[in-house]
Each structure stands twice: as C-alpha cells, then as structure tokens.
C-alpha cells in the first residue's frame, strides 16, 4: 500500500489555500496547513483525524519557517509536496504608500515565500525530491495602476523560482511557478491593505475601478483540481498559467507587448549592445 502523500500548504485558512487543502484532504492524502490563525480549520482537523494538522506560522519571520518546517517533517517523517501560496494585497498608487506598507508587503508577498523554500528544500531533498508549487499570479508579467506592489511581489517570486527550479532539479525537486488567474477568494477584502488616497489620482482610480468591474470569478475550489494534477505530473511544467479566461488575457497581453516592441525596434537597435 503506498504511503499518502505529505503536503505543506501556507495561507491555507482561507481561498485558494484553504481550497487545496480541503483537495487534497479528499484524495486521503495528508496536510500540514500553516497560516496566520488557525483556529478556523478546527472544524477540518476533526473532520479528518491525523491527516491535517493546523500549523500556526507567520511566513515573515524567516526563523518561525525553519522551525514549522521541521515540526511538519517530524508530523509526517517527510515532505513531498509545498503549496507556498500565502499572500496579501497591497492596493493603490505607488506615490500612496507608505514605507511600512511597502515592506510589510514584499515581507509576505516575496521575502516570505524565498524563507518556506529555502526551509523545505533540504528536507525534499533528503527524501529524494518532491513538489514545489510556487503561487504567483497571472498579473506577473508586468505592472498595473493601483496593484504596482502586489505584481512587483510576484514578479520578484516568478524570477526567484524559476532560478530555484534551475538549480534544484538535480535533486529531484520539480518547482512549478503557477500564476493564477482571477478566483473568488478573500484577497481584495480581508487580504488587503489599502493606501490612503491621494486627491490628484481620483480620476484614474475610478478607471480602474471600472475597468476590474463587477463581474464573479470562479469560485476558488474550481482551481484545485488542476493543482492535484500538476502535483502529480512525473515531468511537470516550470511555469503554468492556471485558468481558461487568464491563459487567454496573458496570451493577448503578452503578444500586445510584442508589438510594442517592435513599434521601437529602430531605437533599441540605436545601441551596440
């Protein structure tokens, strides 16, 4: 009989995190589900004795990492799958936000992810390899108004992965930078730190405003099941835009910035190098 499968999944209280790990809980495989507060998966935990145990973990404090890293290898004996997926929003102009909010952000967003794979990488490899699934975002690929630091965060963390992806492959280790699309999650309400507003962009957050709209995303659980997949691929992909309407939008965008490329393609060539 093979041995279930050990996840360690982080922001896993609430949205895409607390999706996965309801997922995989249902494959009757096990979780390690770290966040902030826990309290909220008690209920989870009951529902599914000995194969999910709430870990209370704050991902800013790279220290506070190693040490929940262990303990979840000492729970299970190993690792063989990280969802590194905690996160939060930093909504506004980039002239609106103070150093404290700039900091706390990338904390989270970036320096928190770098400090779950550097903590989960010695203990895949000493079990021969495993999964790490790094959470970015579809917006990745280039800076938006109002979301500047939230894509600047992931975009940090897609380059950060795909060098990490580089030079753990030679240790079984399979890393997958996966940028999702739009779900209904709770990023843009109890995820969000808001920046005071200034008067003098009032004009282009109301664009903006209008330009998100009103419309529903999927519900976060639609998105688990191509995660189960990915994590079981023997040769999966280093990054993956996760959701039909998003692979969409990043192909247009991605061939819009082509394009405008080639509209100054007389002046890059200007220069030798």
Do not use: C
């Not at 079990?127 to 690929?141: D, E, I, K, N």
């Amino acid at each position: 009989m093979t041995t279930p499968r050990a996840w360690f999944i982080t922001g896993a209280t609430r949205g895409l995190g607390r999706a996965f790990t309801e997922a995989v809980l249902d494959t009757g495989e096990r979780v390690i589900a770290a966040a902030r507060d826990v309290e909220s998966l008690g209920p989870l935990a009951e529902q599914h004795p000995g194969r999910l145990v709430p870990l209370a973990l704050d991902v800013t404090d790279r220290a506070a990492v190693f040490a929940a890293v262990d303990r979840a290898v000492s729970e299970f004996g190993r690792l063989d799958v990280v969802v590194n997926n905690a996160g939060g929003m930093l909504y506004g102009m980039v002239e609106e936000a103070t150093e404290s909010q700039v900091r706390a952000h990338l904390d989270l967003n970036f320096f928190g992810a770098v400090w779950v794979a550097q903590a989960v990488v010695p203990h895949l490899r000493a079990g021969g390899g495993g999964r790490l699934l790094q959470v970015t975002s579809m917006g990745s690929g280039g800076g938006m108004a109002t979301v500047g630091f939230y894509g600047a965060g992931k975009a940090a963390l897609d380059s950060v992965s795909e060098a990490l992806a580089m030079e753990v492959e030679q240790f079984g280790i399979k890393v997958t930078v996966v940028q999702m699309g739009g779900y209904d999650t709770s990023l843009f309400t109890t995820g969000t730190t808001m920046t005071d507003p200034l008067p003098q962009y009032q004009d282009l957050r109301t664009e903006m405003t209008a330009m998100w709209g009103d419309a529903t995303s999927p519900a976060a659980s639609t998105a688990a099941p191509a995660m189960l997949e990915l994590a079981s691929l023997p040769d999966p992909p280093r990054r993956l835009i996760l959701g039909s309407q998003s692979f969409d939008q990043v192909h247009e965008m991605n061939r819009a910035r082509e394009d405008y490329y080639r509209t100054w393609e007389h002046l890059s060539r200007m220069a030798p190098g």
